[in-house]
């Protein structure tokens, strides 16, 4: 039998991702989960900056880090400076400062078609779904599982899935533009 609800959660999943995405870049405040996608070569495997240190953001352009491991501190301040998040370490003994600067337009604009393009890469990701799940459709009316009746409304009901989820990456996206832009 076919269920439209495996498919709206693979598409709620890929959701997900886009947000944390999207949580991950620099807007004009500090927020931790800024650095929720930067990974440091610690222990022999790469770990997540807050399985490494405590983050706090005390004012709305710092955020501090307090690295647990004096000898990890050289390595977390590498791989801020490695990623595209454009901060500037200050170490003090094991606390790592990171001053937020403002965004100038220049960095405003390039953001806004960073967030456009991980929103199409989205609902790439939710057409594909989409598209796996008509395919099975057609599949189970070749098999006689189901008859044309079915199909077409089922085939309905993942476009109307489709079209909310699409929906909300466009909202998300504009959300996150206004967040940008504003001052």
């Given at each position: 039998?076919?269920?439209?609800?495996?498919?709206?959660?693979?598409?709620?999943?890929?959701?997900?991702?886009?947000?944390?995405?999207?949580?991950?870049?620099?807007?004009?405040?500090?927020?931790?989960?800024?650095?929720?996608?930067?990974?440091?070569?610690?222990?022999?495997?790469?770990?997540?900056?807050?399985?490494?240190?405590?983050?706090?953001?005390?004012?709305?352009?710092?955020?501090?880090?307090?690295?647990?491991?004096?000898?990890?501190?050289?390595?977390?301040?590498?791989?801020?400076?490695?990623?595209?998040?454009?901060?500037?370490?200050?170490?003090?003994?094991?606390?790592?400062?990171?001053?937020?600067?403002?965004?100038?337009?220049?960095?405003?604009?390039?953001?806004?078609?960073?967030?456009?393009?991980?929103?199409?890469?989205?609902?790439v990701s939710i057409r594909n779904i989409r598209r796996e799940a008509n395919e099975d459709l057609k599949k189970l009316l070749k098999s006689k599982e189901?008859?044309?009746?079915?199909?077409?409304?089922?085939?309905?009901?993942?476009?109307?899935?489709?079209?909310?989820?699409?929906?909300?990456?466009?909202?998300?996206?504009?959300?996150?533009?206004?967040?940008?832009?504003?001052?």
């Amino acid at each position: 039998m076919f269920d439209e609800k495996s498919y709206s959660l693979k598409m709620d999943k890929a959701i997900e991702v886009f947000s944390k995405e999207l949580s991950s870049l620099r807007t004009g405040r500090a927020n931790a989960s800024m650095l929720d996608l930067i990974k440091v070569d610690v222990y022999g495997q790469k770990m997540p900056i807050n399985q490494i240190g405590s983050i706090t953001t005390p004012e709305p352009r710092m955020i501090n880090i307090q690295v647990w491991d004096a000898n990890n501190v050289t390595l977390v301040d590498a791989a801020i400076q490695k990623s595209d998040l454009g901060l500037n370490p200050q170490i003090d003994g094991q606390l790592i400062r990171l001053p937020v600067p403002e965004l100038n337009e220049e960095r405003r604009t390039e953001l806004k078609k960073m967030i456009k393009s991980i929103g199409e890469k989205c609902k790439v990701s939710i057409r594909n779904i989409r598209r796996e799940a008509n395919e099975d459709l057609k599949k189970l009316l070749k098999s006689k599982e189901i008859g044309e009746d079915d199909e077409k409304s089922h085939e309905k009901k993942v476009q109307t899935i489709t079209d909310e989820h699409i929906n909300s990456v466009d909202e998300k996206v504009s959300s996150k533009e206004k967040e940008i832009m504003t001052i």
